[in-house]
């Protein structure tokens, strides 16, 4: 691979950030050798930075050489064309409010600003998985993301784009209250369950604590809810889960698939193949106008 052609692509999580090479001429890339590095997204602007530099700098020692382009599948809400973090009021990476992500890569790298890319996680994620499933062009495919955030998108046609499901009305306030991180742990303390992630709750429900059961069976309603809605609006025909509560899927998936079957709805539902390394993949895609109907082995 040519200086000229590799793509060092970042996928931004609520704590880490993990950077791998993207060779767009050779998408089995998508399995190589990542980096992972731990970030504070409550930390100041600098020291997220610096974490997010040092993911970088260690992928370019290992390649012993310095990427002519970099992507980014970021979290929202960002100025994607213009590589400005607009993150506010989601309890991470806020002090990047206003920040140009864009011109600091650019700068931090010595590469052309039009050379840093941004795409949406969600949408990022749901397109590289598209590519490692090999689906058939016409097949419309939703794709969330289960984690700190709620993500979503749908692809059809090879094009795929962002839903922004996390910030539609639901119950009492939005989606991103009732189908992330932040609402099992609340959830799990108001069971009286005293838990520091989705993790050790899925190992409790596993050792057959009710309390945990309960609040998986409760999270599996609420899924459900959303996503059939999602799949009437865009007539999905397959579903692809990804994210870190997708982990704990034997927690929720059987009861998802049954409410949704009760209302009618019997679109495929798989778990991603790819993970992080999808929403790297779906981000390099941003410097080439990749066919997403070529049948891969990945």
């Known amino acids: 691979m040519t200086e000229e052609k590799w793509i060092a692509a970042a996928d931004v999580g609520g704590s880490h950030i993990t950077v791998g090479v993207i060779d767009l001429n050779n998408i089995a890339t998508a399995n190589g050798q990542t980096e992972w590095v731990a970030v504070d997204s409550k930390g100041t602007e600098t020291a997220i930075l610096a974490s997010w530099y040092q993911a970088f700098d260690r992928l370019c020692q290992q390649m012993d050489r310095r990427p002519a382009k970099i992507a980014f599948a970021m979290p929202g809400p960002f100025d994607y064309q213009h590589g400005i973090s607009l993150i506010k009021g989601v309890d991470k990476y806020e002090n990047l409010y206003g920040v140009d992500i864009r011109q600091a890569f650019a700068a931090r790298f010595g590469i052309a600003p039009e050379n840093v890319r941004f795409r949406n996680d969600a949408e990022a994620f749901l397109h590289g998985e598209v590519i490692a499933a090999g689906l058939p062009a016409n097949e419309r495919v939703l794709g969330f993301t289960l984690g700190t955030g709620f993500g979503s998108a749908f692809s059809h046609n090879g094009t795929t784009k962002d839903l922004n499901t996390g910030l539609e009305p639901y119950k009492k306030g939005i989606?991103?209250?009732?189908?992330?991180?932040?609402?099992?742990?609340?959830?799990?303390?108001?069971?009286?369950?005293?838990?520091?992630?989705?993790?050790?709750?899925?190992?409790?429900a596993l050792d057959?604590?009710?309390?945990?059961?309960?609040?998986?069976?409760?999270?599996?309603?609420?899924l459900a809810e959303v996503m059939s809605r999602k799949v009437t609006e865009w007539e999905a025909t397959t579903i692809i889960l990804g994210g870190n509560i997708a982990k704990a899927q034997a927690l929720f998936l059987p009861a998802l698939r049954t409410a949704m079957h009760v209302?009618?709805?019997?679109?495929?539902?798989?778990?991603?193949?790819?993970?992080?390394?999808?929403?790297?993949?779906?981000?390099?895609?941003?410097?080439?106008?990749?066919?997403?109907?070529?049948h891969l082995t990945l």
Not at 189 to 197: A, F, M, T, W
Not at 209 to 217: G, L, N, P, S, V
């Open 263 to 294: 209302r009618g709805l019997t679109p495929g539902c798989h778990l991603a193949r790819l993970g992080e390394r999808a929403a790297m993949l779906g981000a390099a895609c941003l410097f080439d106008k990749y066919h997403i109907t070529k």
């Open 208 to 222: 057959g604590d009710e309390r945990a059961c309960r609040i998986f069976d409760e999270f599996a309603r609420n």
């Open 175 to 204: 989606v991103d209250e009732y189908l992330t991180t932040r609402w099992f742990l609340q959830a799990a303390q108001h069971e009286g369950l005293r838990i520091d992630s989705v993790a050790a709750l899925a190992q409790r």
